[in-house]
């Protein structure tokens, strides 16, 4: 029983170490990792990389093809592509982390009370998971983005709202394989409050499937809000948003087609790096899967 | 299984008014005052007052909730305020469109998944097995709405094969059921391939293959089967997602369907019609889940014994 416990708790320390292990022998996994980090790295440093500023217009130049002075090319009011992909990485991955963190922390929140007190406040939260789960994510995301107005802040949270109920799902899940075993038992003995064991004795054991899931979680994040700001909900202009950046290029689709190309292209690439990376997490936390 | 078919449409129940109040609240939350939008600018105060009041504006929350839900039973869900028309009959006219966009692109999802899926396990880590897993990740990966335009691209603008708008002609059709098949392909065939392999490494597989069975038998008969029930699930849950992809993909091609209309509705600020389309479509959805379940029991004995 001893033996049995001491290796539920060593996993947490030696997990997140191994797991990260098996993680680097997977190419695709560490190419994916790859492109995440370059892709923080220009949204921090977006300001020294950008040649141009996101807003900075000139009609003088609108509708010019790639070349060397313009990337990417210029959109109709004669701003750099290039630059408002580069500035838009920052938008893109803000509400995508962000958007996370709000699901993870709710759902965490929600899925931890579920599945540590069970009954009446399980059977009241799921249910209510349930619900929100019968709408397709992204039309609850249109519909709360549609009632609390456009804005950055705003989509994050319908972005964030929407995503809620798998994390509650896995975090509960998680937390009543956990809850009966001797360690949390023994933090019960010894007097420690429910908060207490919750945060350090059950969270910490539930990490890795969150991570996983907050990894795949980002690049639907991101997808989601780019539909948004495509169909016009989310972020206002000037501020360049790679989905809007797309919308607006539609006008011009039969003439201007590197318009709409480079948009999509910085979102397929975000969102296939970070399924890589969420992908060979997955097989790196469950190696039974694998082979 | 009667007792299994009525558990589970009973349980549709608190599902529908979970929904309703979801909607109901971001309705009621959302900024403006309804009284003015259907009134328009020019209104008085004392007609806006006399308005709220004639349609109990002013009440407690969930006195209006209340009323909602009641008129909503009898298929009022509210007026439109663009075109003044019943909010459901704007949206029941445009259903048809959706749901033939979200089923044919669930019919590609399912032929195109499943044999891709089934042949990819069998021959793991071969060439076809690796293009199909390269091509799925992308496909999990192409924004619905980017896809739609580079299609546009290609074979409207370009080769001038397909039409880019319109849902009423064969032709047209076929443009945009790719774009929104596409991530259901890639999902169907992750899962289906996934799947097979957990069968496959299962005891009874390898029982048959040791009392000697052809391998075609193996897969076919005994493997198929079981590998199939999970993927029952993720299909049904995948017309969810095309129902809502469906919203930017009927905006795409023009086609004149829910998601265009709350499209539009947003872009007018018509709240009633964003909030109706969300309605209907997770009802749609709601009953979908509800077939799947029942198809599920009737495919799974383990169900079919449970309720006995």
Same mark, same amino acid.
């Given at each position: 029983?001893?033996?049995?416990t ?18 680097s ?44 002075a ?6 109709e ?88 109920p ?14 009966n ?31 996983v ?79 | ?9 009973l ?14 609240s ?45 008129? =909503? &039973?009898?298929?009022?869900i509210? +007026? /439109?305020? !663009? ?5 459901? *009959?704007? @949206?029941?006219? $445009? ?33 076809f097995?690796?293009v ?53 392909? =890639? &999902?169907?065939?992750r899962?289906? +391939? /996934?799947? !097979? ?5 299962? *005891?009874? @597989?390898?029982t $048959? ?38 919203v ?46 029942l ?14």
């Open positions: 029983m001893n033996e049995h001491e290796k539920n708790i060593g996993q947490s320390q030696h997990g997140l170490k191994e797991i990260f292990k098996r993680l022998r997977a190419p695709l996994a560490m190419i994916g990792l790859a492109i995440v980090v370059v892709l923080v790295f220009t949204a921090v440093f977006a300001g020294f990389i950008a040649p141009y500023g996101y807003a900075e217009q000139d009609l003088m130049a609108a509708f010019e093809e790639p070349s060397g313009h990337l990417f090319g210029t959109d009011f004669g701003r750099d592509i290039f630059s408002r992909i580069i500035y838009g990485s920052r938008i893109s991955l803000q509400v995508g982390f962000i958007a996370v963190g709000i699901a993870v922390f709710a759902g965490g929140f929600l899925g931890a009370i579920a599945g540590y007190y069970g009954g009446k406040a399980d059977n009241l939260i799921m249910r209510a998971m349930d619900v929100l789960l019968s709408i397709p994510s992204i039309l609850l995301a249109i519909a709360i983005a549609a009632s609390l107005g456009p804005g950055l802040f705003n989509l994050m949270i319908a972005v964030g709202i929407s995503s809620t798998n994390y509650a799902r896995i975090v509960r899940g998680s937390v009543l394989s956990i809850r075993q001797e360690f949390v038992e023994a933090a019960k003995a010894v007097g420690s409050s429910d908060l207490r064991i919750i945060l350090k004795h059950i969270i910490p054991n539930c990490l890795a499937p969150i991570i899931q907050a990894t795949l979680g980002v690049a639907i994040a991101i997808l989601t809000a780019a539909g948004l700001s495509f169909i016009g909900l989310g972020i206002q202009p000037p501020i360049p948003e790679w989905g809007a950046m797309l919308s607006g290029g539609r006008e011009y689709i039969r003439d201007y087609a590197y318009m709409t190309v480079f948009p999509g292209l910085a979102i397929m690439i975000t969102i296939l790096a970070l399924n890589f990376l969420g992908d060979g997490l997955r097989d790196a936390l469950d190696p039974k899967l694998k082979r | 299984m009667f007792k299994y078919i009525a558990r589970r449409i349980f549709l129940l608190p599902v529908l008014v979970g929904v309703s109040f979801i909607v109901f971001l309705l009621y939350i959302t900024p403006g005052d309804p009284a003015r939008m259907v009134l328009g600018d020019q209104a008085t105060e004392e007609a806006v007052q006399e308005f709220r009041n004639k349609e109990g504006l002013n009440d407690p929350f969930l006195v209006q909730y209340g009323r909602y839900v009641y008129k =909503a &039973i009898q298929g009022d509210g +007026r /439109s305020y !663009m075109t003044r028309r019943p909010v459901s *009959d704007e @949206i029941l006219s $445009a259903f048809p469109s959706t749901i033939k966009l979200a089923a044919l692109s669930m019919v590609i999802a399912i032929l195109l998944g499943i044999p891709f899926g089934i042949i990819s396990a069998i021959r793991q880590y071969s060439l097995d690796s199909t897993m390269i091509f799925a990740m992308v496909g999990l990966s192409m924004p619905v709405f980017w896809l739609g335009i580079l299609l546009i691209l290609f074979f409207s603008v370009q080769l001038r094969w397909l039409p880019s708008s319109g849902f009423d002609s064969l032709a047209a059709m076929i443009l945009p059921s790719i774009t929104l098949a596409a991530q259901s392909v =890639a &999902i169907v065939t899962m289906t +391939r /996934s799947s !097979m392999l957990e069968v496959v490494r299962q *005891d009874y @597989i390898r $048959a293959r040791a009392k000697g069975q052809k391998e075609s038998v193996v897969i076919w008969r005994h493997a198929l089967g079981n590998a199939l029930i999970p993927v029952v699930t993720v299909v049904g849950l995948q017309f969810g997602h095309l129902l809502g992809g469906a930017l993909t009927e905006s795409i091609f023009s086609i004149p369907g829910v998601g265009r209309l709350m499209v539009e509705a947003i872009k007018m600020r018509d709240y009633p019609l964003v909030q109706g389309g969300v309605l209907y479509i997770a009802i749609a959805f709601s009953l979908v889940n509800l077939l799947v379940d198809v599920y029991a009737w495919v799974d004995p383990r169900i079919k014994a449970q309720y006995k």
